[in-house]
């Protein structure tokens, strides 16, 4: 499991599941270019300060497993990393070539579309339960207490 990331002024585990998928599902992906965009998307994901944990490529989609810091906006992330990937494939003249067998004329490599996910460290349940339990009497209590400490050492 990734450790939590710490930095000045917060501390996160902020990581998402992305896939794109190439436009019109076009096999257009060999083993070399999807090596190229998974190593490029590693270059982009520690240019936006985050890191790419895991990435894979199937003949019509990418998969990305990135962590980002929470200063950083997903859909802006998500736009740039298919531009770029597609701009550098595109870039490379024997990538743009095989690309252009399928995928005719000027269109997109990318489908307009894309999926993106967070992958938390517990499930959702868990999380529901702290939430609620913040109002049970027993968290009032302990809230109450530390209060009360701390307006009587003032005193």
């Known amino acids: 499991m990734k450790e939590y ?3 000045r002024h917060s501390v996160y585990l902020l990581t998402y599941h992305m896939v794109f998928v190439t436009k019109w599902r076009k096999p257009v992906i060999t083993d070399e270019i999807g090596d190229f965009m998974v190593s490029t ?6 240019g936006y300060g985050g890191e790419l944990i895991s990435g894979e490529t199937d003949k019509d989609h990418i998969h990305l497993l990135v962590s980002l810091p929470p200063s950083k906006n997903i859909t802006d992330i998500v ?9 550098e494939v595109h870039a490379h003249p024997e990538y743009d070539r095989i690309v252009k067998k399928q995928i005719y004329g000027n269109a997109p490599l990318w489908s307009p579309s894309y999926f993106v996910a967070t992958t938390g460290s517990v499930s959702m349940d868990v999380v529901k339960q702290y939430i609620e339990g913040q ?3 027993e968290h009032k209590r302990k809230y109450e207490k530390r209060s009360l400490d701390y307006w009587n050492s003032r005193l």
């Open 41 to 46: 998307a590693k270059r982009l994901c520690d």
């Open 5 to 7: 990331i710490r930095t």
């Open 135 to 137: 109002r049970t009497d």
């Open 79 to 87: 736009r740039s990393l298919k531009t770029q990937l597609s701009k």
